[in-house]
DNA sequence: TTGTACGCGTTATCAT
DNA sequence: ATGATAACGCGTACAA
């Protein structure tokens, strides 16, 4: 039996001669076996599972990418992902995370559907944690956010770079990081490109089809009007197309639009195709496993304060063109 | 122990005085004192985790439903589910389900995304297995799948009821059971309404926006047009809208749409907003884990051949309203 | 009504 | 280089 776990589990320390060593193997391969989790984990005191407590899992597309990631990062390391859907209501949460303690996983992956700021659940003190695409206010524990400055820095400037200057922002009204890192990368944007900054051509609305296109009718009717719109997502580009198919603006003849999401059912759904950012959610789940990993092997605590910020992608579709003719102003 | 194990299982035969199972209680909540899951299911030779193997989970927002109904009909029973995303290969569903098996899951949950039929891979024989969304070709698992033909009969009648009695199909080209089933739905509403079947007016496309585009183009050009269009889906129902604005036609007015999957973003991003079908994922995902824990507990083997029929909803929205004039034919 | 002893399948320690 | 034994924490048959 020693003999047998050594070599199956390739301990350095015991050794036995090649014969044995291939003889084990040939048989272990033969007869299926492999050690039995549950028999290894009481023995071990770890139970090579990862709870990944993930809120409203079933409203967005997102969740599906941040579970790959972190499923391929966790493969790697046999470590196998105990998934649990969990509510913004702190009871349920609350809950949640009792039954994957009581389930003796060895961390767990916090993951929230839109980058929010949030109070660590009293109930993970003491398990490791690793935050997705949220940040602890008090940042007691490791997160990874996508970088939504340079997401909208990389929008902005797709525009600028096709000569557009005047720019409008077609934003949402909550005040969550999105939308001060998307606002911050507009205007720093602009101005870098010697762009005034003209608070008129920002226009907040709910972060949905409808108000998107209501903020579009109220941005278009500056004067001069704006040739170019970055949205605060896809749905909202959505509602900005229809605003411009009612005004008679050609996608991207009269109004280039860049979106933010990549959401690919709207932005590869919508026509002209919409050029947008895409989110790091793969990304994300693939790096919070990581960390979570190395704190657990390394048993490393954290002194890294700050969020990790992944970089999100600008990927060009066909909603943006040259404007139709330059601005008098 | 053996009184606190009583106790705390509620062990019908042992008892224990009241005022022991009190302090027991009392004792056991103070400590935050649970059972160690694994040294339980070491003893138990069940580890009360069951295995959902989901495929192509990041491509589309219906997984997430299926997870969500599993996992409420899971919690009652004090199962946990332990996820993994596959692929449609082979190699990778086979090396998934061994993933599982090693993991000692009592059983298996395997959902594909679209409604498909299968060859139950090896592996899976002597575990315990559902499908969802899935039928196995040679019926030796019990599976739920959605009622296309039901569906579609819904769809199909909410037009005839508002009057159409020319109503195009816009199908997609793939020989799954959705596509059989929802023309199957749709010409036997037809037959029940006394209204001829045309083969002009159905028109199959791949089963993408641009798709639903092009055979909207060319089933509008039958004589007389359609006054109604019943679509596969709500992205070829995307592209129908778009076909509709280049020709002038204004929905619902001079043409009706119905769509199925309903996709929220799509569904609801759409102006009109679309009145489609809706999939009952999560209400797979509940069925199919409720009928794993009867086949766990009753270890009660499958006489049941045919899979499980889920009705599909219609979801009124802004797409349909009556004919703008009857036709004459 | 409660205590004792065993076995579930491992891995770590120590002996051979 | 290999084998024997203890321990992980639980549930349960049986003894007390």
């Known amino acids: 039996m020693t003999t047998v776990s050594h070599i199956l589990n390739n301990v350095e320390s015991a050794r036995a001669s090649d014969e044995t060593r291939e003889r084990v193997k040939a048989t272990a391969a033969r007869l299926g076996y492999g050690p039995n989790r549950m028999a290894r984990s009481l023995r071990m005191q770890r139970s090579e599972m990862i709870g990944l407590l993930s809120e409203d899992i079933a409203t967005t597309p997102h969740a599906g990418?941040?579970?790959l990631g972190a499923q391929d990062a966790a493969r790697e390391e046999g470590l196998t992902i105990v998934l649990i859907n969990t509510t913004q209501s702190a009871a349920d949460t609350a809950r949640d995370i009792d039954a994957l303690r009581r389930q003796q996983v060895d961390g767990i992956l916090y993951a929230t559907m839109y980058h929010r700021e949030l109070e660590l659940p009293q109930q993970l003190s003491g398990l490791p944690t690793v935050l997705i695409d949220a940040e602890d206010r008090a940042s007691r524990v490791p997160g990874v956010v996508p970088d939504e400055i340079g997401g909208a820095r990389q929008a902005v400037?797709?525009?600028?770079d096709h000569g557009h200057r005047r720019i409008g922002f077609v934003t949402n009204v909550d005040d969550v990081p999105a939308t001060r890192g998307r606002l911050a990368g507009y205007r720093e944007t602009l101005e870098t490109a010697g762009i005034e900054f003209d608070e008129s051509l920002v226009v907040a609305r709910a972060s949905e089809?409808?108000?998107g296109y209501?903020?579009?009718l109220e941005v278009l009717r500056a004067t001069p009007r704006p040739t170019a719109?970055?949205?605060?997502n896809d749905r909202m580009a959505m509602g900005v197309y229809r605003a411009a198919a009612e005004l008679g603006?050609?996608?991207?003849d009269d109004?280039?639009?860049v979106g933010f999401d990549n959401q690919e059912i709207v932005a590869d759904g919508l026509f002209p195709s919409l050029t947008t950012v895409a989110l790091p959610h793969y990304e994300m789940g693939q790096w919070a496993m990581q960390r979570l990993i190395t704190i657990l092997t390394k048993d490393e605590r954290d002194e890294l304060a700050e969020p990790a910020v992944l970089p999100c992608p600008l990927v060009r579709r066909e909603s943006v063109g040259p404007p139709r003719r330059l601005e008098q102003d």
């Open 255 to 257: 109004l280039s639009v």
């Open 157 to 160: 400037q797709e525009l600028v």
């Open 214 to 216: 209501e903020a579009a």
């Open 249 to 252: 603006l050609r996608i991207p």
């Open 209 to 211: 089809t409808p108000g």
């Open 229 to 232: 719109l970055f949205c605060y």
């Open 65 to 67: 990418r941040i579970i």
